[in-house]
């Protein structure tokens, strides 16, 4: 099946910086979500991006399919980022096992 | 903006118990599934479902559980017989048209999930 890696698996960064995660998958996907666990637990849906680049204010995605990687960045982190972040691809959605963000104020 | 809705949030229950999880998907999707992750491990697919059967399942998914879609709202995920290592949050999700804005057909929605923990 479809293996997804993703890193760093860990990431502390201040609040103000910027923070790139990468996401690597070994064969072509129709489908690819970034996802955000928050401290409670539930997903949220940053971005449905299978190709192409997508921003939504501080966030933005960039997936290149032929190379078979996606990137989310995240531009002057807040504490409110901390958490996981999940890639996920293909139509029964395999996920990776996310990059755990920690912002400190 | 419609949202996959999921009962209850939490959940207690003996082992060799059944548990019933229960899920409002987002209304007009057509695709549903379940998800389950185990504290602090990365979610694991369980089912999807469509048309009214399984469209495909995991080799999690055997036959300790089943979904259901009762009636035209609701999308449940039944445990038969309950096993220490069920414990886990279990997500709903749903895709396939609908009324979410912007969405993408394949777009998948998450539920806020129901922890399930098993004594």
């Known amino acids: 099946g479809i293996q997804v890696e993703q890193s760093p698996p860990d990431l502390i960064l201040q609040e103000g910086a910027n923070s790139t995660l990468r996401c690597n998958f070994s064969d072509s996907v129709n489908n690819l979500q970034w996802f955000h666990q928050n401290p409670w637990g539930q997903l949220i849906n940053l971005f449905y991006?299978?190709?192409g680049t997508k921003q939504n204010g501080r966030l933005s995605a960039t997936t290149v399919a032929t190379e078979r990687y996606s990137l989310l960045y995240i531009s002057s982190s807040q504490t409110t980022d901390s958490g996981v972040y999940f890639c996920?691809?293909?139509?029964?959605?395999?996920f990776g096992k996310g990059t755990r963000l920690h912002i400190l104020p | 903006e419609p949202e996959v809705t999921q009962t209850p949030s939490h959940q207690v229950t003996q082992m060799g118990q059944e548990v019933i999880l229960h899920c409002v998907p987002i209304s007009n999707h057509l695709y549903f599934y379940w998800y389950r992750q185990i504290l602090g491990q990365k979610v694991e697919f369980l089912v999807s479902?469509?048309?009214?059967?399984?469209?495909?399942k995991s080799e999690i998914f055997d036959d300790q559980f089943s979904v259901e879609r009762p009636d035209g709202s609701n999308f449940t995920l039944k445990i038969r017989s309950t096993k220490l290592e069920d414990s886990a949050m279990y997500f709903c999700?749903?895709?396939?048209?609908?009324?979410?804005?912007?969405?993408?057909?394949?777009?998948?929605?998450f539920g806020p999930g129901t922890r399930l923990t098993v004594l």
């Open positions: 991006i299978p190709s």
């Open positions: 996920a691809v293909s139509d029964k959605i395999i």
């Open positions: 479902f469509y048309n009214n059967e399984i469209s495909e």
């Open positions: 999700a749903s895709s396939g048209g609908g009324l979410v804005k912007y969405a993408s057909y394949n777009e998948q929605f």
